[in-house]
């Protein structure tokens, strides 16, 4: 059966994950890519390589962002959050932005990557955040209880 999940539910499935699906507004449609990232509750945390993704986002900086848990077709959750890209130019924002980065992946600076088809290391990478504006999410197969979370 299908069901709304509640933010809550929602804040739970993006805290589980740190690799998501970013969509930014492209002159011929919808460029999607998959990032990392960190999730502090209002902001979705992330770094890119220069490049294509990062002056889309500069452009049209209302973006979407989706997660999904898929145990298979009828048991799965997903999440969509709808935001906007900011940035980070000011040191200690940028630091304290690389410091939830390497937390989120176990405190390993190699396990978070940056660039689609290639990597940048996080210390030379452009750091953002997404703020957060609008969340939903939907399951199939998972009850509304707390324990099934």
């Given at each position: 059966m299908l069901r709304e999940l509640s933010r809550a539910?929602?804040?739970?499935?993006?805290?589980?994950?740190?690799?998501?699906?970013?969509?930014?507004r492209d002159a011929e449609g919808v460029y999607l890519v998959p990032i990392c990232y960190a999730f502090d509750g209002l902001h979705?945390?992330?770094?890119?390589?220069?490049?294509?993704?990062?002056?889309?986002?500069?452009?049209?900086?209302?973006?979407a962002f989706e997660v999904d848990e898929v145990?298979?077709?009828?048991?799965?959750?997903?999440?969509?959050?709808?935001?906007?890209?900011?940035?980070?130019?000011?040191?200690?924002?940028?630091?304290?932005?690389?410091?939830?980065?390497?937390?989120?992946?176990?405190?390993?600076?190699q396990h978070v990557t940056a660039g689609h088809g290639h990597r940048v290391a996080l210390a030379d990478a452009i750091l953002f955040r997404i703020r957060i504006e609008d969340v939903s999410g939907r399951a199939?197969?998972?009850?509304?209880?707390?324990?099934?979370?």
């Open positions: 539910e929602c804040d739970l499935v993006l805290e589980r994950h740190r690799v998501g699906r970013l969509g930014i979705l945390y992330g770094h890119a390589a220069s490049g294509r993704k990062v002056s889309l986002m500069r452009r049209w900086p209302h973006v145990e298979d077709e009828s048991r799965w959750r997903s999440v969509l959050v709808r935001g906007r890209f900011e940035e980070l130019s000011d040191d200690a924002e940028q630091a304290r932005a690389r410091l939830r980065l390497v937390r989120a992946f176990d405190g390993n600076p199939e197969g998972f009850p509304d209880s707390p324990s099934m979370i």
